[in-house]
């Protein structure tokens, strides 16, 4: 079985599942090759307009494969495959979490555009436990989402934080009961009935523009702003609003 599964939930719709539960979903080579390989293709397929990323009952991923760690060296990891492939997704990325979202699997989440979660979540930047610096955002992703305190708690304690508590940090936005992959989906299902051109755009606009001064960002939004204006999905969201009816968008 593979490490890593693809499936096709709804039209438009993507499903990238972590797929190693009896570790907890650790993520060694083999899931980092299939998701960075994965990805850049669901990037290219017109047909898919939004992806949810997820991993088992017990855990979205435990972190880096820490026995796959423990024999490599420093070069090793150098010459590791590195997981920007998640951050370099046009398209919207949900995180689907249950369970545990650790070190590594906190920061896969981190990379996506928006986070579910279920009650049993819990999230961490367990690194400095093991003598690591957080490597895939940790320390600088997290306290862009959650502020410098909140984040500093995090990646100096290698505490846990719970659905609850991440939720009022704002890592994630939504808390479900149970399994949250059928919530994931829904909001995917949504996004995806939208005009796939401007989620693109605005995706686009929040993160490059987050990493700009003010004014720079503001002339990124204008520019995306007046390129969405140039599509044929902006007349069909026009006429469909005003002829009263859903839209239909086709990328165009
Ligand atoms: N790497 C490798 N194997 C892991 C793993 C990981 N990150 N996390 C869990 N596993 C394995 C366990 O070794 C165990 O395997 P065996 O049954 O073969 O012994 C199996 O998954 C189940 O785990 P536990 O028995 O430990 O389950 P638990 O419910 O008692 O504890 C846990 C759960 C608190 C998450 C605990 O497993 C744990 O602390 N895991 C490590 C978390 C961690 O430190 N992650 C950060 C890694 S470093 C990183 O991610 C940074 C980076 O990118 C460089």
Redesign the pocket.
């Known amino acids: 079985m593979s490490a890593v599964l693809l499936e096709y939930p709804a039209k438009h719709v993507a499903l990238l599942r972590i797929n190693r539960p ?3 979903n ?1 993520l060694n080579a083999e899931v980092r090759e299939i998701i960075n390989t994965t990805l850049p293709m669901l990037d290219q397929d017109p047909e898919i307009r939004c992806v949810v990323l997820a991993g088992s009952e017990k855990a979205f991923a ?6 796959e760690r423990s024999t490599m060296s420093a070069v090793d990891v150098m010459k590791m495959s590195t997981t920007r492939g998640i951050a370099a997704f046009s398209k919207p990325l949900i995180a689907a979490v249950n369970g ?1 979202a ?3 699997g906190c ?1 896969y989440a981190m990379q996506c555009d928006i986070i579910i979660a279920n009650d049993k979540a819990r999230f961490s930047q ?2 400095v ?2 003598g ?1 610096v ?3 955002g940790g320390t600088q992703r997290l306290p862009r989402a959650v502020g410098k305190y909140n984040a500093m708690y995090m990646v100096l304690t290698g505490r846990l934080v719970n659905a609850s508590d991440a939720l009022r940090m704002g890592l994630v936005c939504e808390v479900v009961l149970g399994n949250c992959d059928a919530r994931a989906i829904e909001i995917a299902i949504e996004i995806a009935a939208l005009p796939p051109l401007t989620t693109r755009l605005i995706k686009e606009a929040v993160n490059a523009g987050s990493d700009m001064s003010l004014d720079a960002a503001l002339r990124l939004e204008t520019r995306a702003h007046q390129l969405a204006f140039a599509t044929d999905d902006v007349r069909e969201g026009i006429a469909a609003f005003i002829e009263k009816r859903p839209g239909q968008f086709y990328g165009r």
Do not use: S, T, V, Y
Request: aromatic share 4%.
């Open positions: 009896d570790a907890l650790a435990a972190g880096a494969d820490i026995k545990f650790l070190g590594g920061e367990p690194e436990k093991l690591l957080p490597g895939a």
